[in-house]
C-alpha cells in the first residue's frame, strides 16, 4: 500500500499549485508595487509597503514549495534546479526565475544599506523574474493549453504592463516637477533641526503627509521618509528632522544652495472631514505632522478645536516652543508631557501620556479623533489606553516613523 507521502502524484499536484498560486501573487506584488503612488492616496503609501513586505514573504513560501514538491515527486529534479537545462528553455526559464527571486529577496531585506541606483537595477530585475516566469507557467505549466489559465494569465500580464506604464509615466512627470535648494538649517532642540528648502516650483501637499527625501552626497542614495513640518501656504518646504543615523547626520551638514531632491507628498495622516473634536499626540519629533497641521489651521482661519498632548523628555526637548506658545487661539489648547523633567506650571504635567491625563484634558472622549505619531513605544501603550477608555479603534489614527 502506498502511504500519502509516498505518492509522487499528490506531490506533483501540489508542485503545480504552489507554482501557480505563486505566480499570481508574484504578479500582484509587481503591480502593487508599481502603482504604489497611485494608490496612495487610498491606503497610504507607507501602508502599502509595509503589506508588500509581509505579502512577498507569503510569496517566497509558494516559490520555495514549488520545486521542493516537484523533487519530492522525482528526485531527479533537483539536477535541472541546480544547472538548469537551456536545451529545454521554458524548464530553465523556471530555475532562473527561482535564481532572480532569490537576488530580489536578499536585497529587499537590505535596500537601506544598498545604493539607491543598485536598487534601480534590481528593480528591472524584478521584471526579468515575471517575464521568465511567464514564459515558464505558459509554456512549461502543464495547464497552460487550458483557457482558464491563459485568461488568468493575460490578466497578469495585463495588470503588470499598466503597472510599468504607470511608473513610468510617473517617473517622467517627476523629472519636471522641480528642484529643492537647501534654504536655510535652523537648529531646534539638541538633536533636531529643520530643514527649510526652497522649490524651484509650487509643490502641493496636504499637512500631515510625507516626502522621501535624498541626498546627492556621501553615497547616500537610499531615499528616506519624512513629514512635511511646513504648512502647505508657506513658500518653503520644511522637514523636522532628528539626528539618528548616518543620512540626518549628513542632512545636517547641507550648505545653503545644495540640492535635495524629493518625491512625494505621501501618506493620508491628513485631517479628517468630521465634526468630531480633534486630539493632536505627539512624542518627541512626532509632532512634525501636528507643527503641519497646526500652521495649517491657524493660517487658513479653520477654527478647528485642536488639543495637542506633546510629550517629550525635558522642556528643552520640545521643538518649535516659542513658535506654539505664541499661539493663543480660543480654538488650540497644548499640554507638554514631560517624562525626565518635573514641571508644576499650567501647561505641563510630569510623566507620561496615560488614562488620567486623556480624562483631564480631553473633553469629549468618544466624540474625539485621536492621531497619533511618536515612538512605537508610546504608539502602542497610547493606543492601547486610548481603547480600555472606550474609544473606537477607527477613532485612533497612527503615523508609524519606523517601517
Ligand atoms: C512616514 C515616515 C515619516 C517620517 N518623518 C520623520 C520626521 O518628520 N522627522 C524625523 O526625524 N524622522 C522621520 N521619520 C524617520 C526617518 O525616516 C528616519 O529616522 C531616518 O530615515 C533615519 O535615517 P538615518 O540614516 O539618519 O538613521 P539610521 O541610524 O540609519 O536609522 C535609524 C532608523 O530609521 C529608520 N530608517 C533608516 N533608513 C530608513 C529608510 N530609508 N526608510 C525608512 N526608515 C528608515 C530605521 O527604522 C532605522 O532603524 C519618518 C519615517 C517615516 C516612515
Sequence with gaps: MTLWF?????????????GFTGFICLSLLIFSGDTAKFFDRYFGLNRIIIFQRKFSLFIAVFVFLHPLFFVLSDSSFIRYLIIPDFTAFPFAAGAISFYIFIVVMIASKIYKKISYVVWQYIHIL?????????????????????????IIYGILLLAVSVGIIYRTQYKIR???????????IKIETKDVFTLALNPDKKFTFKAGQFCFLRLN???????????????????DLRFTIKNTGRFTKTAFELEKGEEVIIDGPFGIFTLKDSDKDVVFIAGGVGVAPFLSMIRDNLFD?????????????????????????????????????????????????????????????????????????????????????LLDLGVKKRDIIIEDFFW
Design 126 to 150: 524584478i521584471y526579468t523574474l515575471f517575464f521568465f516566469s511567464l514564459y515558464h507557467v505558459v509554456n512549461w505549466g502543464s495547464s497552460s493549453n487550458i483557457i482558464f489559465y491563459k
Design 217 to 235: 552626497k556621501n553615497k547616500l542614495h537610499s531615499r528616506h521618509p519624512f513629514t512635511i513640518s511646513s504648512s502647505p501656504y508657506e513658500q
Design 301 to 385: 482661519k479653520k477654527d478647528k478645536d485642536i488639543l495637542l498632548l506633546y510629550g517629550a523628555k525635558t522642556k528643552e526637548e520640545i521643538i518649535s516652543k516659542e513658535e506654539l506658545d505664541s499661539i493663543k487661539e480660543q480654538h488650540f489648547r497644548k499640554i507638554y508631557v514631560l517624562s525626565n523633567e518635573a514641571v508644576s506650571q499650567e501647561g505641563y504635567e510630569n510623566g507620561y501620556i496615560d488614562k488620567a491625563l486623556a480624562e483631564k484634558y480631553v473633553e469629549n472622549i468618544n466624540n474625539s479623533l485621536f492621531y497619533v505619531c511618536g515612538p512605537t513605544a508610546m504608539e502602542k501603550h497610547v493606543k492601547k489606553t
Design 6 to 18: 509516498q505518492s509522487p502524484e499528490l506531490f506533483y499536484s501540489l508542485g503545480r499549485w504552489a
Design 174 to 184: 517627476k523629472r519636471h516637477a522641480g528642484k529643492f535648494y537647501v534654504k536655510e
